[in-house]
């Protein structure tokens, strides 16, 4: 029987995963461990450990386990190891994969929405700001929100991650990077913002974008409307919609004043279902699929 480790399972990523893979059909015998637990042999690990913790067990499971999935940031840009959403870019794991990265929330969301439309238009310039919710943060953040006093109650603040050298803060510079790896468009311009809101689940973003060529509005909304796991409406979505929910939800497409070949829309998701642990079920999913039969 297969093997599928979750390890560092007392975290919120990992219950979130263990919820998840608990739906997939294919059969497989799940195990979980502690961060600190001693990790036997396994067909397939999901590490829901931070950095520090992900960067040590990758070496020193190399030879016990056949496929590791990292929720972490630490490799995801490192080059030659996939950083895999299974809707967009599955291609990228191949039978030399050894460690899949799985990407960034707030990106997840942007990206989702423009795998889509690659093929029709050549996107050229991303802008946008994030709306992230609280739980993004992990359980203190959660946990604080909710006493009295929380600097998120009522409020928003304009810094997620640490600010780089550059001025830029860590969650804006995975937006940029993040989408061009995924998308393998290494040219492509990303301006944002990224800010937390006091939601307490279900990232947002306010995305303009700019092609080559003028955009149809019906056709746009077609591509995303036959996307596995994204969803357009023509009525307004919000973040509690959004909660709970396996899709990605995009409304308020427009075309530009003065610019048809840029439009504007607004994108609001799960960030702890598709911008983490969905999207680390759909991996191990697909490594089931392809390596496992
Ligand atoms: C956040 N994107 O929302 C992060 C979660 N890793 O803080």
């Known amino acids: 029987m297969t093997t599928v480790g979750i390890i560092g399972i007392n975290g919120m990523v990992g219950r979130n995963v263990q919820a998840q893979l608990q739906k997939i059909k294919h059969p497989f015998e799940l195990k979980t461990f502690g961060r600190n637990d001693e990790i036997p042999a396994l067909d ?4 829901c450990t931070d950095n520090p913790v992900s960067a040590a067990l990758v070496p020193q499971l190399k030879d016990r386990v056949r ?7 630490q490799f995801r840009m490192t080059p030659r190891i996939p950083l895999v959403i299974p809707e967009i870019n599955p291609q990228t794991i191949t039978g030399d994969t050894h460690l899949i990265a799985s990407p960034n929330c707030t990106t997840t969301g942007l990206v989702m929405s423009l795998a889509p439309l690659r093929d029709f238009y050549h996107i050229q310039e991303i802008f946008f700001c994030s709306y992230q919710a609280i739980s993004g943060g992990g359980k203190k953040l959660l946990d604080d929100f909710h006493t009295l006093g929380s600097l998120y109650a009522e409020n928003c603040v304009p810094l997620i991650g640490s600010i780089q050298d550059n001025g830029h803060t860590s969650e804006e510079l995975k937006g940029l990077y993040e989408t061009r790896k995924i998308m393998d468009w290494p040219q492509v311009k990303v301006y944002c913002h990224t800010v937390r809101v006091g939601v307490e689940n279900s990232h947002s973003l306010g995305i303009t974008i700019k092609a080559q060529e003028n ?3 019906e056709q746009v909304k077609k591509l995303w409307n036959s996307f596995p796991h994204l969803a357009y409406s023509d009525d307004i979505i919000t973040p509690k919609q959004a909660s709970g929910k396996e899709e990605t939800f995009i409304c308020r497409l427009r075309v530009d004043v003065e610019d048809p070949k840029i439009i504007h829309y607004f994108v609001t998701f799960d960030n ?10 759909q991996i191990v999913e697909l490594l089931l699929e392809r390596f496992f039969k």
């Open 44 to 47: 397939i690990a999901v590490l």
């Open 67 to 73: 496929f590791m999935v990292d929720m972490s940031s």
């Open 215 to 217: 955009f149809d509005l």
């Open 272 to 281: 702890l279902l598709k911008g983490a642990a969905m999207n680390g079920r």
